[in-house]
Structures are given as C-alpha cells and as structure tokens.
C-alpha cells in the first residue's frame, strides 16, 4: 500500500473511497470493499481518501477510535492500493468544496464512493449532490447491525464511553 499526501496524488483513472474512517467500522469496511471491487472488476487503481485526524475528531473534539498508524494497518488489511491522508486542520477545513473537487480531478475517479451523509469544504457546504454534479458518485446506504441500529462511530464512540467494550467491539469487526 502506498501513502500519499494530499494533492500529491496524480493518476490517469481511478475508483476512489473518501471518508474520515475513523475506527475503520464494518459500515467502513462495507463502503471500501464495495470500492476496492469495483476498481478490481475495472483493473483501475483504488485510493482511500481520508483525514488526519477525521473531521469530527478535530471540530468536536471527540474520542479518537483509530490512530493513524491502526487506520492504516487496517486500511492495508482490506486491500487498498493507495491511501490519501490529508491533514484536518483550520487550513485545511477552510477549504472550498471546489478546491477539493479540483484536487479529486488530479486522481481521474471513474467512481467516487461514499457515505449518505458525506460533508466537505468550508462550513461543510459541500455535499453528495454537489460532488455528482463532477462525478460518478455511488452512496453507500447505512450498515445496521443485527439489531436493525446504524453501524456509526458516533455510536461506537457512545458503546465505549458507556462501558459496553463487546457491542462497540462487534461493531468495529477487528480483533
């Protein structure tokens, strides 16, 4: 697996994943592994956008479920080729949703995959409709677990703080 800065990326057509990824959950699993085949079943290169530390880590000052070197071991478990770590700072979230649209064009995504509720840019402007407006997009719905509950990190987050280690555990489907 290769890592890469942000905007140092450049290829000439690729199927890419962006998300924060923190704790690398079974619904993350399910988003990369649905990317990851796709880029195969293309024979594209794969890259797994993410941020360091993830967005909500850095404005809500929550818990940080996997450190970078954890995410990228599990990253590298699931079988992606590339991975861009930008890192999420004021700089960094001042950004315009079209800033990072020019640099995701320096990848050549055939595809993009996210999650439903995917934000980005300034003042979190940027959005699923306004990243389709560029590119293939493909939204990956929630993953529940068996109980019918979303599969978040906010949730896992909540399962650890509340002292109940095998449910956010199962969740994050890792040893």
């Not at 690729?14 to 704790?23: C, L, P, Q, R, Y």
């Not at 407006?133 to 509340?162: M, N, Q, T, Y």
């Amino acid at each position: 697996m290769k890592i890469h800065t942000y905007d140092t990326l450049q290829l000439s057509a690729s199927i890419v994943a962006i998300g924060g990824f923190d704790g690398v959950h079974k619904g993350h699993q399910k988003l990369i592994d649905s990317a990851r085949r796709h880029a195969e079943k293309l024979q594209l290169h794969f890259v797994v956008y993410t941020f360091d530390p993830p967005p909500r880590v850095f404005f809500q000052e929550v818990r940080l479920l996997t450190p970078l070197p954890e995410k990228l071991n599990r990253l590298r478990r699931l079988g992606v080729q590339h991975v861009v770590i930008a890192p999420f700072d004021t700089l960094y979230a001042s950004r315009k949703a079209e800033e990072f649209h020019d640099e995701l064009q320096k990848l050549n995504p055939l595809g993009i995959w996210v999650g439903n509720n995917f934000k980005y840019g300034v003042k979190r402007k940027g959005n699923v409709d306004l990243l389709k407006e560029e590119f293939a997009v493909h939204i990956l719905e929630p993953v529940r677990c068996a109980s019918g509950e979303i599969i978040s990190s906010s949730r896992i987050r909540k399962l650890f703080e509340d002292k109940i280690q095998s449910e956010a555990k199962q969740l994050l489907g890792w040893d």
